[in-house]
T-cell receptor, first 113, second 108 residues
Framework: DVKVTQSSRYLVKRTGEKVFLECVQD?????MFWYRQDPGLGLRLIYF???????EKGDIPEGYSVSREKKERFSLILESASTNQTSMYLC????????????FGQGTRLTVV | SQQGEEDPQALSIQEGENATMNCSYK?????LQWYRQNSGRGLVHLIL?????REKHSGRLRVTLDTSKKSSSLLITASRAADTASYFC????????FGAGTRLTVKP
C-alpha cells in the first residue's frame, strides 16, 4: 500500500523558532509538494520538487524553504516561525509529470504561539 | 496563483440526490484531477480526465471536461451521507495547483 508520511500530526511552536516539517514517501516518486491549507483559501502551493536537490517556488514561498537531499524525503522549513504561519500543512507526491495521481500525507496542524 | 476555481463553494443536498460541482481553470492542462478531503485529513484521488477526453465515469462519479471553456464538472449520483466532504480539482501539470474546493454536505 502506498504511503506518504508526515512526521507530526499536531505541532505547537513558539514565534521565532526554526521549524522542520518532514515528509517521507515510499513509492519512489519523483515529484513532491508542500501545501498549506487555510479556511476558505483551499490548498496553496508553497514549494515543489521534481527531483533530488531540485526545487521550485510555488505561490507562497515567503518565510519557507525546502530540502530534498534524498528522493523519498522532502522537508519544509520555517526559518523563523510566525503566528501567521499557523495552518494545516499537507505534503504530497506523484510519480511523474503530467499524468498520474498524487498521494497525500495525513497533514500536520501547526500552531505558532 | 490558484489554478482551479470550484463552484459552488458549498452545497447541501439530501441523501439520494445528485451533486454537481464545477471547476474552472486558467492555463492549458495535460489532465485534470478531482480529489476528496474528509474533514482535517489529507486528500484522496478520485478520478483523472485527460485533455483529449470529454467524459469519464467511475462508479457513481461522472466527470466532464470542456477544454474550450477551460472547465470541468464532477457529478456524484445517488449521494450518500458518507459523501460529505470537500472536493477539489487540480491541474495535472508539474506544479499541481488546487482551487478553494466545494464543501458538500449530504443530509441523511
Amino acid at each position: 500500500d502506498v504511503k506518504v508520511t508526515q512526521s507530526s500530526r499536531y505541532l505547537v511552536k513558539r514565534t521565532g523558532e526554526k521549524v522542520f516539517l518532514e515528509c517521507v514517501q515510499d513509492m519512489d516518486h519523483e515529484n513532491m509538494f508542500w501545501y498549506r491549507q487555510d479556511p476558505g483559501l483551499g490548498l496553496r502551493l508553497i514549494y515543489f520538487s521534481y527531483d533530488v536537490k531540485m526545487k521550485e517556488k510555488g505561490d507562497i514561498p515567503e518565510g519557507y524553504s525546502v530540502s530534498r537531499e534524498k528522493k523519498e524525503r522532502f522537508s519544509l522549513i520555517l526559518e523563523s516561525a510566525s503566528t501567521n504561519q499557523t495552518s494545516m500543512y499537507l505534503c504530497a507526491s506523484s510519480l511523474a509529470t503530467g499524468g498520474t495521481e498524487a498521494f497525500f500525507g495525513q497533514g500536520t496542524r501547526l500552531t505558532v504561539v | 496563483s490558484q489554478q482551479g476555481e470550484e463552484d459552488p463553494q458549498a452545497l447541501s443536498i439530501q441523501e439520494g440526490e445528485n451533486a454537481t460541482m464545477n471547476c474552472s481553470y486558467k492555463t492549458s492542462i495535460n489532465n485534470l484531477q478531482w480529489y476528496r478531503q474528509n474533514s482535517g485529513r489529507g486528500l484522496v484521488h478520485l478520478i483523472l480526465i485527460r485533455s483529449n477526453e470529454r467524459e469519464k465515469h467511475s462508479g457513481r462519479l461522472r466527470v466532464t471536461l470542456d477544454t474550450s471553456k477551460k472547465s470541468s464538472s464532477l457529478l456524484i449520483t445517488a449521494s450518500r451521507a458518507a459523501d460529505t466532504a470537500s472536493y477539489f480539482c487540480a491541474n495535472n501539470n508539474n506544479d499541481m495547483r488546487f482551487g478553494a474546493g466545494t464543501r458538500l454536505t449530504v443530509k441523511p
